[in-house]
Protein backbone atom coordinates (compact mmCIF):
# COMPACT_ATOMS: atom_id res chain seq x y z
CA UNK A 1 0.00 0.00 0.00
CA UNK A 2 2.14 3.28 -1.40
CA UNK A 3 -0.66 5.58 -0.46
CA UNK A 4 -0.07 8.95 -2.42
CA UNK A 5 2.77 8.82 -5.30
CA UNK A 6 4.12 11.80 -7.06
CA UNK A 7 6.21 11.74 -10.16
CA UNK A 8 9.15 13.11 -10.90
CA UNK A 9 10.17 13.93 -7.26
CA UNK A 10 12.77 16.77 -9.04
CA UNK A 11 12.27 18.65 -12.12
CA UNK A 12 14.17 21.91 -13.68
CA UNK A 13 12.53 23.32 -16.54
CA UNK A 14 13.41 26.56 -18.65
CA UNK A 15 10.94 29.65 -18.87
CA UNK A 16 8.18 28.68 -21.34
CA UNK A 17 9.03 24.66 -21.36
CA UNK A 18 5.53 22.90 -20.21
CA UNK A 19 5.31 19.14 -18.03
CA UNK A 20 3.10 17.45 -16.01
CA UNK A 21 3.61 16.10 -12.82
CA UNK A 22 2.16 12.89 -11.96
CA UNK A 23 -0.16 11.84 -8.71
CA UNK A 24 -1.65 8.51 -8.21
CA UNK A 25 -3.22 7.09 -4.96
CA UNK A 26 -4.23 3.12 -3.91
CA UNK A 27 -6.40 4.34 -1.06
CA UNK A 28 -9.66 4.49 -3.21
CA UNK A 29 -10.14 7.92 -2.20
CA UNK A 30 -12.87 9.89 -3.97
CA UNK A 31 -11.13 13.39 -3.38
CA UNK A 32 -7.61 14.42 -4.99
CA UNK A 33 -5.68 18.35 -4.56
CA UNK A 34 -3.18 19.85 -5.82
CA UNK A 35 -1.25 22.10 -3.98
CA UNK A 36 1.85 24.35 -4.02
CA UNK A 37 4.41 25.27 -1.24
CA UNK A 38 6.48 28.69 -0.96
CA UNK A 39 8.34 29.57 2.29
CA UNK A 40 5.87 32.07 4.23
CA UNK A 41 2.94 31.34 2.36
CA UNK A 42 1.67 27.90 3.51
CA UNK A 43 -0.07 25.74 1.47
CA UNK A 44 -2.38 27.06 -1.44
CA UNK A 45 -4.62 24.90 -3.54
CA UNK A 46 -4.27 24.84 -7.05
CA UNK A 47 -7.27 22.91 -8.38
CA UNK A 48 -9.12 19.75 -6.73
CA UNK A 49 -11.23 17.07 -7.62
CA UNK A 50 -14.04 15.98 -5.94
CA UNK A 51 -14.92 12.79 -7.61
CA UNK A 52 -13.86 11.15 -10.52
CA UNK A 53 -14.45 13.05 -13.59
CA UNK A 54 -14.89 16.49 -11.83
CA UNK A 55 -12.30 19.40 -11.55
CA UNK A 56 -12.65 22.66 -9.86
CA UNK A 57 -10.25 25.48 -9.33
CA UNK A 58 -8.94 26.34 -5.77
CA UNK A 59 -6.97 29.45 -5.02
CA UNK A 60 -4.18 29.98 -7.49
CA UNK A 61 -5.02 27.92 -10.71
CA UNK A 62 -3.63 30.23 -12.84
CA UNK A 63 -1.58 28.81 -15.35
CA UNK A 64 -1.47 25.21 -14.28
CA UNK A 65 -4.14 22.99 -15.92
CA UNK A 66 -5.07 19.24 -14.66
CA UNK A 67 -6.87 15.72 -15.59
CA UNK A 68 -8.27 13.34 -13.30
CA UNK A 69 -7.50 10.31 -15.68
CA UNK A 70 -9.64 7.95 -13.30
CA UNK A 71 -10.05 7.22 -9.79
CA UNK A 72 -6.58 6.83 -8.89
CA UNK A 73 -5.19 9.64 -10.91
CA UNK A 74 -5.02 13.09 -11.04
CA UNK A 75 -2.46 15.50 -13.00
CA UNK A 76 -1.25 18.72 -13.25
CA UNK A 77 0.09 20.13 -15.95
CA UNK A 78 2.40 23.49 -16.81
CA UNK A 79 1.82 24.93 -20.46
CA UNK A 80 4.30 27.16 -20.29
CA UNK A 81 6.61 27.62 -17.44
CA UNK A 82 7.39 30.70 -15.37
CA UNK A 83 9.74 31.57 -12.72
CA UNK A 84 6.66 31.81 -10.33
CA UNK A 85 5.64 28.47 -10.70
CA UNK A 86 9.20 27.35 -8.93
CA UNK A 87 7.56 25.67 -6.26
CA UNK A 88 7.06 22.40 -3.99
CA UNK A 89 4.28 21.06 -5.42
CA UNK A 90 1.93 18.39 -3.40
CA UNK A 91 -0.49 16.46 -4.30
CA UNK A 92 -3.29 15.11 -1.74
CA UNK A 93 -6.23 12.68 -1.57
CA UNK A 94 -9.00 12.32 0.95
CA UNK A 95 -12.37 9.84 1.29
CA UNK A 96 -14.24 12.96 1.36
CA UNK A 97 -18.16 12.67 0.59
CA UNK A 98 -20.61 15.82 -0.19
CA UNK A 99 -22.45 17.08 2.46
CA UNK A 100 -19.09 15.67 5.18
CA UNK A 101 -17.76 17.74 7.30
CA UNK A 102 -14.76 15.81 8.24
CA UNK A 103 -11.33 15.81 5.92
CA UNK A 104 -8.20 14.20 6.29
CA UNK A 105 -6.17 14.53 3.54
CA UNK A 106 -3.66 12.12 2.45
CA UNK A 107 -0.38 13.80 1.03
CA UNK A 108 2.41 12.55 -1.46
CA UNK A 109 5.97 13.16 -0.97
CA UNK A 110 6.27 16.35 -3.02
CA UNK A 111 7.63 17.97 -6.51
CA UNK A 112 10.31 20.36 -5.73
CA UNK A 113 9.84 22.18 -9.29
CA UNK A 114 12.22 24.95 -10.19
CA UNK A 115 11.74 27.56 -13.27
CA UNK A 116 15.01 29.33 -14.50
CA UNK B 1 -6.60 38.83 6.43
CA UNK B 2 -5.32 35.17 6.16
CA UNK B 3 -7.94 32.64 6.75
CA UNK B 4 -6.10 30.79 9.29
CA UNK B 5 -2.81 32.59 10.94
CA UNK B 6 -0.36 31.30 12.85
CA UNK B 7 2.83 32.67 14.29
CA UNK B 8 5.62 31.56 12.24
CA UNK B 9 8.03 30.80 14.83
CA UNK B 10 10.57 29.37 15.45
CA UNK B 11 10.26 28.68 18.89
CA UNK B 12 13.36 27.04 20.29
CA UNK B 13 12.67 25.01 23.68
CA UNK B 14 14.95 22.94 25.94
CA UNK B 15 14.25 18.86 25.69
CA UNK B 16 11.48 18.39 28.06
CA UNK B 17 9.46 21.51 28.19
CA UNK B 18 6.13 22.40 27.60
CA UNK B 19 5.39 24.50 24.53
CA UNK B 20 2.09 26.08 23.39
CA UNK B 21 0.64 26.93 19.87
CA UNK B 22 -2.07 29.11 18.78
CA UNK B 23 -4.09 29.58 15.72
CA UNK B 24 -6.99 31.96 14.76
CA UNK B 25 -9.12 31.83 11.50
CA UNK B 26 -11.37 33.96 9.99
CA UNK B 27 -14.30 32.03 8.93
CA UNK B 28 -16.76 31.19 11.81
CA UNK B 29 -18.82 28.53 9.62
CA UNK B 30 -15.43 26.48 9.61
CA UNK B 31 -17.02 23.09 10.56
CA UNK B 32 -13.45 21.10 10.94
CA UNK B 33 -9.80 22.00 12.24
CA UNK B 34 -6.79 19.85 12.56
CA UNK B 35 -3.33 19.73 13.19
CA UNK B 36 -1.09 18.14 11.00
CA UNK B 37 2.93 18.03 10.89
CA UNK B 38 5.45 18.85 7.92
CA UNK B 39 9.19 17.66 8.88
CA UNK B 40 12.00 19.68 6.75
CA UNK B 41 11.35 18.55 3.19
CA UNK B 42 9.14 16.40 3.60
CA UNK B 43 4.73 16.19 3.63
CA UNK B 44 2.52 17.32 5.94
CA UNK B 45 1.17 14.15 8.32
CA UNK B 46 -2.42 14.44 10.02
CA UNK B 47 -1.21 14.97 13.46
CA UNK B 48 -4.59 15.30 15.50
CA UNK B 49 -8.14 16.18 14.46
CA UNK B 50 -9.35 18.98 17.04
CA UNK B 51 -12.79 18.40 18.84
CA UNK B 52 -14.95 21.25 20.29
CA UNK B 53 -14.30 19.26 23.59
CA UNK B 54 -10.69 19.21 23.82
CA UNK B 55 -8.75 16.11 22.87
CA UNK B 56 -5.69 14.82 24.17
CA UNK B 57 -3.01 12.19 22.16
CA UNK B 58 -0.46 11.60 24.64
CA UNK B 59 1.70 14.41 25.31
CA UNK B 60 -0.13 16.47 22.52
CA UNK B 61 -3.48 18.29 23.53
CA UNK B 62 -5.17 19.93 21.19
CA UNK B 63 -8.28 22.88 22.35
CA UNK B 64 -10.46 24.88 20.15
CA UNK B 65 -12.77 27.87 21.11
CA UNK B 66 -15.61 28.53 18.98
CA UNK B 67 -16.50 31.76 20.25
CA UNK B 68 -12.82 33.36 19.42
CA UNK B 69 -12.27 31.52 16.35
CA UNK B 70 -8.83 29.99 17.89
CA UNK B 71 -7.26 26.79 18.08
CA UNK B 72 -4.34 25.65 20.31
CA UNK B 73 -1.63 22.44 20.71
CA UNK B 74 0.10 22.35 23.42
CA UNK B 75 3.07 19.61 23.73
CA UNK B 76 4.25 18.49 26.90
CA UNK B 77 7.90 17.21 27.79
CA UNK B 78 9.06 17.64 24.48
CA UNK B 79 11.10 15.48 22.66
CA UNK B 80 14.14 15.99 20.12
CA UNK B 81 11.90 14.04 17.63
CA UNK B 82 9.02 17.00 18.28
CA UNK B 83 11.16 19.47 15.89
CA UNK B 84 8.79 19.96 12.94
CA UNK B 85 6.64 22.58 11.46
CA UNK B 86 3.38 22.47 12.99
CA UNK B 87 0.36 23.48 10.45
CA UNK B 88 -3.11 24.91 11.84
CA UNK B 89 -5.78 23.55 9.15
CA UNK B 90 -9.36 24.31 9.16
CA UNK B 91 -12.16 23.60 6.29
CA UNK B 92 -12.44 26.20 4.05
CA UNK B 93 -15.39 28.64 3.32
CA UNK B 94 -18.17 27.22 1.91
CA UNK B 95 -16.64 23.90 1.89
CA UNK B 96 -19.56 21.21 2.86
CA UNK B 97 -19.04 19.86 -0.78
CA UNK B 98 -15.48 19.79 -1.92
CA UNK B 99 -14.16 19.08 1.46
CA UNK B 100 -11.13 21.83 0.58
CA UNK B 101 -8.80 22.65 3.59
CA UNK B 102 -7.44 26.03 4.58
CA UNK B 103 -3.49 25.76 5.86
CA UNK B 104 -1.90 28.02 7.94
CA UNK B 105 1.87 29.15 6.92
CA UNK B 106 2.83 27.11 10.10
CA UNK B 107 4.96 27.24 13.41
CA UNK B 108 8.44 25.89 12.78
CA UNK B 109 9.62 23.67 16.30
CA UNK B 110 12.99 23.25 17.73
CA UNK B 111 14.12 20.97 20.69
CA UNK B 112 17.35 21.53 21.90
CA UNK B 113 19.16 19.08 23.93
Known amino acids: NAGVTQTPKFQVLKTGQSMTLQCAQD?????MYWYRQDPGMGLRLIYYSASEGTTDKGEVPNGYNVSRLNKREFSLRLESAAPSQTSVYFCASSEFLAGATYNEQFFGPGTRLTVL | RKEVEQDPGPFNVPEGATVAFNCTYSNSASQSFFWYRQDCRKEPKLLMSVYSSGNEDGRFTAQLNRASQYISLLIRDSKLSDSATYLCVVNGAQSGNTGKLIFGQGTTLQVKP
Open chain 1, 27 to 31: MNHNS
